[in-house]
């Protein structure tokens, strides 16, 4: 038969011995393949970035200063400028009525009590020095009720009050607020401008166009501030103050605590905040500050930020049936290139647009639930040393991430070699699978443990 034929016979010994050798090759290869692909499992790589940034966030919440993501924190990184509020951010915010001067004939406990009244529905620094400084005056007497209020962001409120048996139109604001509402004498002008000349911010209180009765505040600086506006300013950023305060207020503060007069913003409502925010991410502050003469007004400010983008009924990710015409009707806009990236500081209501639009939104922990909810990060303990160590962590943050990668691609770069091989014809050694699980498992290990250390500016 067929099995005693030697020609058949060699040729079944020849295919087992190829089978055997493939077989042989085959798991030889296989090993360097697994050792390979356990050594290549990227889980360094992958651990690199969430790790730091956990570190990063959980570092900083024992710290006072709350993270809302991480992409906030890259974005910290690389912060040209910051833009801070004045009243009770650069301020402590305990604002205090340092005098008060009535004027016209009129009774001086009634009027404080409808000023009083106004005041109260605000929770401005400056609205509640002026409740409290006149309920001092008061004592215990009942506020009557005002009517029919109208607010105006950043500049006052008027209502409707009843006074000696009359309804009057009572207004309470800055003093432009007030020269736009009622005359404002020529005595009155002059106390107006001696306190604005000490820095003080002036509150007019006027009955149907009749100034009756003028407040100033003023307000102490943070005892930290002016060094932390120091440091930021050694790091290279650029530091400005926007504020609703009058120019010669803005700048008695600004010239305490090293602020540039071209990087002083007064007498700002609180949309155009955002407006400027939007201007120097836009423009770059530099070029911003060409828009206007030192302490002069803005040109263009108003000018639109967002450039329509046209709708495209071939959309497919556009509704279609009933609904399909409303979303043709809404516009659709996409912000202009920002080649500046810009943070705000604020506490209060008035800063919210701006934080809502700023790259880096800081919200201090004592001011209003409004700003912190618009803010990306808050400093809990309201101390602005914080935005140093915030901006410290970021950079410390980000620093390990890079190094994490370093590491992860140079270990890469060394082990992958070795376990498909490389080097086995000169030394005949082989990486074993379970020796490249426990290399990968060192390099994951060496990643984590990176993060042990000294917490930035701690």
Not at 242 to 262: E, F, M, S, W, Y
Request: aromatic content about 6%; hydrophobic content about 45%; some cysteine.
């Amino acid at each position: 038969g067929w099995e005693r034929d030697p020609d058949c016979q060699r040729l079944l010994d020849g295919l087992v011995d190829h089978c055997e050798y493939l077989l042989t090759s085959g798991m030889f290869a296989l090993q360097f393949l697994v050792s390979v692909l356990v050594v290549a499992c990227p889980c360094a790589m992958g651990l690199a970035t969430p790790t730091a940034v956990m570190v990063g966030t959980g570092r900083g919440a024992t710290m006072g200063i709350l993270i809302k993501g991480g992409n906030v924190m890259e974005t910290t990184t690389k912060l040209k400028t910051i833009l801070f509020d004045k009243t009770g951010t650069l301020t402590t915010g305990n604002v205090t009525v340092d005098e008060c001067l009535l004027f016209g004939d009129h009774q001086r406990e009634e009027i404080l009590a409808h000023v009083s009244a106004v005041e109260a529905q605000s929770k401005h620094p400056i609205a509640r020095a002026i409740v409290k400084y006149c309920r001092q005056a008061l004592g215990e007497a009942a506020l009557p009720v005002p009517e029919a209020m109208s607010t105006l962001p950043g500049q006052g409120v008027s209502c409707t009050v009843s006074h000696n048996g009359r309804s009057y139109t009572l207004s309470v604001g800055s003093v432009d607020y007030i020269d736009s509402q009622a005359d404002v004498l020529d005595d009155m002008e002059a106390h107006v401008e001696a306190w604005r000349e000490d820095g003080k911010t002036v509150v007019l209180a006027a009955l149907d166009k009749a100034v009756c009765v003028a407040f100033a505040c003023s307000d102490t600086i943070k005892p930290e501030a002016r060094e932390v506006l120091q440091k930021l300013q050694g790091a290279g950023l650029a530091v400005c103050m926007v504020t609703g305060d009058n120019a010669k207020a803005a700048t008695h503060v600004a010239r305490q605590l090293g602020i540039p007069p071209g990087q002083v913003f007064s007498g700002i409502m609180p949309d155009q905040k955002a407006m400027i925010l939007q201007r120097i991410q836009q423009d770059g502050l530099a070029q911003f500050q060409q828009s206007r003469p030192t302490g002069g007004p803005i040109r263009g400010l108003g000018a639109p930020l967002l450039e329509p983008m046209e709708y495209d009924e071939e959309d497919p990710d556009v509704g279609r049936g009933r609904h399909s015409q409303r979303r043709r009707d809404k516009r659709t806009y996409r912000p202009l290139a920002k080649p500046q990236v810009v943070a705000m500081v604020g506490d209060g209501i008035n800063d919210a647009p701006a934080l809502a639009n700023a790259d880096v939104g800081i919200a201090l922990g004592a001011g209003t639930e409004v700003a912190m909810d618009c803010a990306s990060v808050i400093l809990t303990r309201s101390d602005l040393r914080d935005v140093l160590t915030m901006l410290k962590l970021a950079r410390a943050t980000f620093l390990r991430i890079r190094l994490n990668f370093v590491w992860a691609f140079m270990y890469n770069l060394i082990a992958i070699p070795i376990a498909a091989g490389v080097f086995f014809p000169w030394t005949q050694w082989q990486l074993p699978p379970i020796a490249a699980g426990v290399a990968m498992m060192c390099s994951s290990l060496t990643v984590l443990g990176c993060h042990r250390g000294r917490v930035p500016g701690k």
